[in-house]
């Protein structure tokens, strides 16, 4: 059970409150829970280092208990004290894109609970670029415990509002900084083992990563159909990202998608369905049928990725039976953008 509480929205998006900065640094070092932005997503923040506010974590979230968490850190000299092993791949990609949306997996020492890293051996860790993150992060005690700021099983939040609407009585505040930049979660990047390998792909891509230290390979488990074949990142595992529709991703040659997604969205309006469909600036208008969203334009793929999640909230609302979705293979953040649209739709991806 979790204890119902008044939570606080503290409106940040002017700048930072240095004495509701301080409050939120209290209610994490005794503890509680904070909900604040990244250039990612918004985060719901627990001291890493104190096992029982973890657990509120898993508790407010109903997130399963073997989901382990990223630990974030404001300043490298942090990342000793709770990381037994740094190689040199590790120091370079920090170099390259801290702070940034890049986490890393390391052995962890004994400073780090169990609790934390859901009874795993190793440590998520990751600096973030954003300005009121990092306040956060200094005045909780230097290490936050933080999974995305929804309920288990929902898109991840890219507004304050998001936040409320789903952790709203479950948490002590939310610092609201607006809009997030990046809108999909961070990177994750395992230099545990031979090869770094990629357990989710994000805004750093992998020729990005390779370009710094060499060959980085990508978890099989990712793109694997064999349900044996899991995904090393134990969140990846989860159908994250549903919305209540069901969701079929259309792929090809542009003109044919949009023919597909029309005939499609005929016989589901025949059936008297509600329809949903997720375009781009340069397609929105060819769609006659249906609630059409534009994410994004395909000129610039970080619009796409920022408009993704709030869309699927979107059509939750509305209480569509059925969204169509255009595939984004676009060049930067494509892997990282059809990895969540693809477990969104529960791998249903046809041809066009
Ligand atoms: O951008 C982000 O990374 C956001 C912001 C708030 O920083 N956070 C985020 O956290 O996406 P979360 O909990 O929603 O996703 C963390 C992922 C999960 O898939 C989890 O299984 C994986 O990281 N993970 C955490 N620690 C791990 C570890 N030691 N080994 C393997 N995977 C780990
Ligand atoms: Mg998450």
Known sequence: ??????????????????????????????????????????????????????????????????????VHICEFSALDKIASQIPEAAVKLADAFWPGPLTMIFPKTEMVPYGTTGGLDTVAVRMPDHPIAQALIEAGGGYIAAPSANTSGRPSPTKAAHVAEDLSGRIDMILDGGAVGIGLESTIVDLTGEYPVILRPGYINQSMLEAVIGKVKMDPGLTADDPNLRPKAPGMKYRHYAPKASLTIVEGEAQAVRRKINELAREEQKAGGMIGIIATQESAADYPIGIVKAAGTRTEELTIAMHLYSILREFDELGVSKIYSEAFDTPQMGQAIMNRLIKAAGHQIITA
């Not at 301080?22 to 503890?31: D, H, N, Q, S, T």
């Not at 250039?39 to 973890?54: F, H, K, P, Q, R």
Request: aromatic share 4%; glycine share 12%.
């Open 1 to 70: 059970m979790v204890r119902m509480m008044e939570t606080s929205v503290i409106d940040m998006t002017a700048g930072i409150d240095g004495t509701e900065m301080a409050r939120a640094g209290r209610i994490i070092r005794e503890g509680g829970l904070v909900a604040f932005p990244t250039e990612t997503v918004y985060g719901l923040g627990a001291n890493a280092l104190d096992e029982e506010a973890s657990a509120k974590i898993y508790a407010a979230k109903g997130r399963p208990s073997d989901n382990p968490l990223i």
